[in-house]
């Protein structure tokens, strides 16, 4: 049975996605703080930021897009321009399979990779493509060819 849309939350409605918890705003602010300082001179780390992909606009967790310059004089709430990248982590009303859903949308839209954080198990699928992955989980280090971002996972 559907959730009715008077069961669905404000943010639910106006994000196109469930609540997040303590946790994944954890993994989200934690991921920036390790990816920026190592990469910031190749790429620009962005949060909850809509991009246009088939005439909807989608919003990652993250995007990774390459290096550019914030113009704070010209804003845009629509991006037009694809990531390389996209970090979407799981939350606990969410199902994985509506992850991999926007992955695929994304990939659709030309996408290089896609990261699915997974809080409760410490693991990371990063997928270069739909259906092929990699999974990472504490103290491996997480490689990722299309960017080439490496980070060790903290056990």
Known sequence: MGILASEISDYELEHGKPLPSLNYS?????????????????????????????????????????????????????????????IEILS??????????KANAYFQAGLKSCWIVLPEVSGIFVYAAPGHYTFFHDGETLSEPATGIEVLLAP
């Open 92 to 101: 606990p009303l969410q199902a994985l399979s509506e992850l991999m859903g």
């Open 26 to 86: 954890i993994v989200q602010a934690n991921t920036v703080f390790e990816l920026k300082p190592r990469y910031r001179e190749q790429f620009r780390f962005v949060s909850e930021v809509n991009i246009e992909i088939a005439g909807r606009a989608m919003v990652p967790d993250i995007g990774i897009f390459p290096k550019m310059v914030a113009d704070m004089a010209n804003d845009s709430i629509v991006v037009q321009q694809m990531p390389l990248t996209t």
